[in-house]
């Protein structure tokens, strides 16, 4: 066999599979948890009027302009945030900040199937944390961390879409000796979040993304907060000019629309709350979400035979293989309209 | 003194430091080698044409249209192809699959400054190869770079501007048991360039940026060619959605007008010879360049004088202190008008 030049580690990484983007007709598309709904009407406004002549110049490499109004949304100072290629980027800033050999890496399982290949990269130990029964945090989960460097809690957390008790998370943040980071994608579409957290303790680092409630997954934008010291550490490992400069400017267009968030936020809560109900009535089970996505189980609990009969039917949802998420899929709040046609497939197998 | 979270190597770190961005008024930028001229009209059209709705969708995850348009342009196959957020990130992703402890990087000095930060993060050891007099590569070039994992050669180099001999890079290539990543983030204004080599040889990585030639700074992207099997494995570092979906658009658009490129860059290309000749003419030395900048010290080799004294007329060159390199300044070959106002100054100081 030829030599391979890779880090060993690399080699032996399968590396992280991203939800499936194929190319079906008519294809409903309810697998990646994307928005159905356009980003805010400034976002298309400031793409249409955009002077393409200022592409030639780097953008600002800290992307003050988006810093800005994430600072004025939750009233914090501009040295409290840093500004990533989405949140993917931020994760990826963290752990190489946090984590490398004897600096081990603490997530929840199941969570983000991110958070380990990302640690793994930097050969740091990974200690996974089993949620207990109805994916809630065992018991014993502080002293599972403490070897820990970096914790990563998911809250609202995926693929389950539950969201830990704030009290909870509070005792965690508080009784472990390192870096806590609150992976806070869905915390739009939840009733709390940890961000005014924020003041209160200098081992917290909240992360958010715009890729979901925001409508603007393809602008790869996310963002963190947390105290000065861990921002100035985080910005010396980022790429230097890690934020184009149309996204910047979209991001401002987008986060300063707050009434536009509501509205859209508002419509996804009502469909997310409709598919919980009507699902029920076919005998699924089901996380109570805080997300916009739901994890349903089928009355069979066969989750891969529901996924693969929703392909069928051109409709695409995740499926987890694993002894307990195996039993669920992932289902993204789409459109009424696509929930719709899902809700009819799953009358016609279950009814 | 609190205690640290971050790895004590990022302690450490300075971090890069990127040109600088001032806001001053009617500043003549010609300090990071931005194009003076703008992108092509296809970019234009394609921003301008775009449907903003479709961002709220992640992006192809491989950058596929961009990679595509990529390996018709070269005469390659898309699995030689892989698409980053910038040089940066390719360097990133380079750095983050060949290099860490044990397996160390090799490059040049003077050469561009984030290659040892990047090696530094993967705690890596970093052999520097001193360039030898006129800024030419030293005999026992393949040598000193031995024991590493891998070699940048870049070519042309920054910021001096020449470029290695094609014999020279290709001996190197030949002797060396690594990984070669030539960085030609330049190539598109040199008389030459290595892309054909890739066909010869699977340690062969050939980087290229569309931030200079293709006048799009502010997109963030950033490519490499190589055998299928280092891109596949790069493959497993990068983030899975590193480039977003404007770009990829842009992207097509830019490199499907090589008319456009040739007629910016021709201009470039005279600009730069007149450059070339004033500044000579003033008792300039210059290394002769093969990119969109000139590396030239001033007759009294006091290079931080020359950048002062341009300062203060507000126009914004690249000063590297340094024995050797503190004798010039880096200026980016800017519009006709811009480099006219630089001369003035220039003869006022030295004529």
Redesign the interface.
Known sequence: M?K????PV??A????V??E?PKIDKLI?VN?N??????APG??DT??A?A??????????TADIARETIATLHGVDIDNVIAA??S??TL?IAI?????PG?PLACFNPSYS?YPVLAQ?Q?APIIRINLAEGFRMPSDAAEQAAPA??LIITRPNAPTGNAFPMAEVRALIENFD??VLVDEAYADFSDDNCMDLVREYD?LIVSRTM?KSY??????FGYAVACP??IE?M???K?????????QY?VRAALSDQEYLDKTRSIILATRARMEKELAKLGFTYVPSQTNFLFAAPPDNDGKRFFDVLRENAILVRYFPGEVTGRYVRISVGSDAEIDKLLEVAARLYG
Do not use: W
Request: hydrophobic share 35%; with cysteine.
């Open positions: 030829k391979s030049y890779f880090r690399i080699d990484m399968a590396g992280y991203p939800g983007q598309k990646t994307e928005n159905p709904y356009p980003p976002v298309f793409l249409h955009f393409a002549n200022k592409l030639r110049l780097y953008p600002q490499p290629n989405g993917d980027d990826n190489r900040s946090f984590c490398g600096l991110l990269m050969e460097n970096l390192g870096v081992n890729s409508s603007l997954a393809g602008i790869r010291e861990l550490g910005m010396k490992v790429d230097s000019y890690n934020v184009d400069m149309l996204t979209i």
